[in-house]
């Protein structure tokens, strides 16, 4: 008998180790490759007087300044002219933030693109990150004994309930030692204060004990709606020019401006300049300023693009995006001008779009070399074919002369999607190297090239001809004493993978057709309206509608997660014997803010989360597989028996 249930128990963890591994994972997020640079805001195009200007504010660019959706609150701005040797004069670059107060009665500032609670001001303002926002609906469940472990290095622990179920014993430590532990009934908050520089001390940490439950073996404590801000506070004085080199604070106790009051800003060509705790980057030519954030700590980060405008006296508001004015979503290459995605959508008052009036447009442009590309789902495509019906592929690598890669013969350079490069030898004189390509560690291709010559590889990706899949230049071919070294530069890799985009076409996305010919494409929602909901994310094509908790603001975001970990990236990595190599990416810089980390559950013990899930339904081949298991074990019993 035991043997039988042995068997049967076997199986069935076969069985569910075949349904975890049939279910599609969500993969709704972009995921890249830290660094991740994206850019926000873009100059305005010179007047006759070789003029123009860059501005950005909280609602128009709330991926680089502060905005809460939710609240519309954020009130950053950032305007500076621009003439045309890039000089910004003194005294006209203004920043500037102005605080407000929640509902609760908590004063907050946006500072530098993240929430500050507001400590002190006047003249002289004391301010605070925000670190943990959390509501009611963010709960944890803790087990007597067990800590909750927060960003900054505080923690949360349950010490203790009483006999009755309905106080708590908790306890808050930072880096290890304890500050504070308190008895809190259920239903009461635990609040935690110091002395942050105010005339009476402030509120760091205040959360909610939302339930005491005692149990037959297991004692929980359940809590909620977490707020903790730094006591590392930043003091903002009217008059200080050492808070940022070479800008002058100028406050009272209304706002914060931030001005270079005594010099001159000068960019430069293809560089990235730091102002303040802002990234400003200037394209190859010199003739486009932008706004930058570059990511370089791990995690999932919500851009928000575009956002609604205010309502008509009819209940009529519009989301309008555009691939200049909202690069960090929509695609936008700096450096050439071009990208040029527009979605457009009439939002009434009860969150419904009518049906044939939202539209999605991209049109395609040609390169310097000659090369078709259009902009599609915010991402960079080659054109493979084009008419009323299109055939695109996804740009992998998009490289220049000046990203160079190093490569001992025998070594190989891994790209995203599974392609390498490997020098495999070069000859006696010097001049001449074999390559060999492999997708997916099969060889593809192997060719000799001459030292200055192109590597190429074309595939059938559905085009009356052959499409170039792979293009690299051998800029050097050296043959050392002890080392024989190849360097490449200039790579172009696409996608085999492509997309066919054939217009009337209403199964490429669900409820939306495509309107293409040769020129442009467009996705309308030509049958039905679209209806969003309050407090909730809608997926729209391969983009996201997020809708704030009153319903009455909606805009256009993108969850990108950067890693760490394995993930398509455009940034190629060297694998084989050491040797020196030059391995760039796309973006480079200092993130100007991390994003405000949520609290991680530390689970000492199998502890029941509240963590939502979706039910998921494997394949259809599952079926046979799973019937294939359980026939195999019932021979096994019935064998045994």
């Excluded at 694998?575 to 030059?582: I, L, N, P, Q, S």
Aim: charged share 25%.
């Amino acid at each position: 008998m035991n043997k039988k249930i042995t068997a049967v128990t076997l199986t069935a963890l076969m069985v569910l180790t075949m349904f975890t591994a049939m279910v599609p994972a969500a993969s709704a997020a972009k995921e890249v490759a830290a660094p991740y640079e994206f850019i926000c805001a873009v100059n305005t195009t010179q007047d006759g007087a070789g003029l123009s200007w860059l501005n950005a504010s909280s609602k128009n660019n709330p991926s680089i300044l502060y905005y809460d959706l939710d609240d519309n609150e954020g009130k950053e701005n950032i305007t500076m002219p621009i003439f045309d040797n890039l000089t910004v004069p003194k005294g006209e670059l203004i920043y500037s933030t102005l605080p407000w107060t929640d509902d609760e009665g908590y004063e907050y500032i946006a500072w530098s693109g993240a929430k500050f609670a507001v400590v002190d001001t006047g003249n002289d303002w004391i301010i605070s990150e925000k670190l943990v926002d959390e509501d009611d609906d963010d709960d944890h469940l803790l087990r007597v004994g067990e800590s909750l472990s927060l960003t900054g290095g505080w923690a949360i622990t349950a010490l203790e309930i009483d006999v009755d179920g309905k106080k708590s014993w908790l306890s808050l430590t930072n880096d290890g030692e304890e500050v504070e532990n308190i008895v809190v009934t259920e239903g009461n908050d635990f609040t935690y204060e110091e002395d942050l520089g105010a005339s009476d001390d402030s509120e760091v940490m205040n959360f909610t004990v939302e339930t005491v439950f005692a149990g037959m073996n297991t004692n929980l404590v359940k809590i909620n709606n977490i707020d903790l801000i730094s006591t590392d506070t930043v003091e903002v004085e009217s008059g200080d020019e050492d808070l940022f080199n070479d800008f002058e604070v100028d406050a009272d106790g209304t706002k914060i401006e931030i001005i270079n009051k005594d010099d001159d800003i000068t960019f430069s060509e293809d560089d990235v300049t730091d102002i303040m705790d802002f990234a400003v980057r200037v394209n190859e030519d010199g003739n486009l300023v932008a706004l930058a954030r570059i990511i370089t700590e791990p995690g999932t980060y919500e851009l928000i693009g575009a956002v609604n405008g205010t309502q008509d006296g009819a209940g009529l508001s519009w989301l309008n995006a555009s691939s200049r004015n909202n690069p960090s979503i929509l695609y936008y290459d700096l450096d050439d001008n071009e990208g040029k995605e527009n979605l457009t959508m009439p939002i009434f008052d009860n969150l419904t779009v009518p049906k044939g009036e939202l539209i999605y447009s991209t049109l395609p442009w040609t390169d310097d070399e000659g090369n078709e590309y259009i902009a599609w789902a915010g991402a960079k495509f080659a054109v493979v074919d084009k008419g009323n019906d299109w055939i695109i592929s996804a740009k992998l690598v998009d490289e220049d002369d000046d990203d160079d890669h190093l490569l001992r013969v025998g070594e190989s350079l891994s790209l995203t999607g599974g392609w390498a490069i490997t020098a495999l030898e070069i000859d006696v004189d010097g001049k001449k190297s074999w390559l060999s390509l492999t997708n997916d560690g099969e060889e593809v291709e192997d060719v000799v090239v001459t030292e200055g010559n192109d590597f190429t590889y074309e595939e059938d990706l559905g085009a009356s001809d052959d499409t170039e899949v792979m293009n690299f230049t051998v800029e050097t071919v050296f043959a050392g004493m002890n080392t024989n070294l190849v360097k490449i530069n200039n790579i172009d890799l696409i996608s085999t993978d492509t997309v066919e985009v054939e217009s009337a076409d209403e199964d490429l996305y669900n409820d939306f057709e495509v309107d293409a010919d040769g020129t442009r494409i467009e996705i309308i929602n030509k049958d039905d309206d679209i209806t969003f909901s309050e407090d909730d994310i809608t997926d729209i094509m391969d983009f996201a509608v997020r809708v704030n908790e009153d319903g009455n603001l909606v805009a256009l975001a993108q969850e990108v997660i950067v890693g760490g970990g394995a993930v398509a990236t455009e940034a190629p990595t060297v694998v084989g014997t050491e040797v020196a190599t030059e391995e760039p990416t796309n973006v480079t810089g200092v993130e100007p803010g991390a994003p405000t980390e949520g609290p991680t559950d530390a689970v000492e013990t199998e502890v029941p989360t509240e963590v939502p899930t979706e039910d998921k339904v494997p394949g259809f081949e599952a079926v046979f597989a799973i019937a294939g298991l359980l026939a195999v074990a019932y021979l096994v019993l019935r064998q045994r028996e």
